[in-house]
């Protein structure tokens, strides 16, 4: 049974930083490519970054590079997402991401609110 959870989000200032994490299991994670998504309200759920199983090719969306590093620790099944510079149109609720098999598999989410 695939499982995602994440954790480590919460309210921050603009400016701010956040690390997120996404603890999986229920499949052979160092092999699988990991990725972050996020959607933020009346909007649709956008890709964020994508680490693949090496950890040496990563790709990220327009509006994070730069911001935001994903990285991945294959020895204790995690992905994270260091976000900096955080801005008001970062909040939302991120989400983690497998493909295994032929299905999608994503996390329960964890919010993101960017505020003063």
């Known amino acids: 049974q695939v499982q995602l959870v994440e954790s480590g989000g919460g309210l921050v200032q603009p400016g701010g930083s956040l690390r997120l994490s996404c603890a999986a299991s229920g499949f052979a994670f160092s092999r699988y490519p990991m990725s972050w998504y996020r959607q933020a309200p009346g909007k649709e759920r956008e890709l964020v970054a994508t680490i693949f199983s090496g950890g040496t090719i990563i790709s990220y969306g327009d509006s994070v590079k730069g911001r935001f590093t994903i990285s991945r620790e294959n020895a204790k099944n995690t992905v994270y997402l260091q976000m900096n510079s955080l801005k008001p149109e970062d909040t939302g609720v991120y989400y983690c991401?497998?493909?295994?098999?032929?299905?999608?598999?994503w996390g329960q989410g964890t919010q993101v609110t960017v505020s003063s």
């Open positions: 991401y497998v493909r295994y098999g032929v299905r999608d598999y």
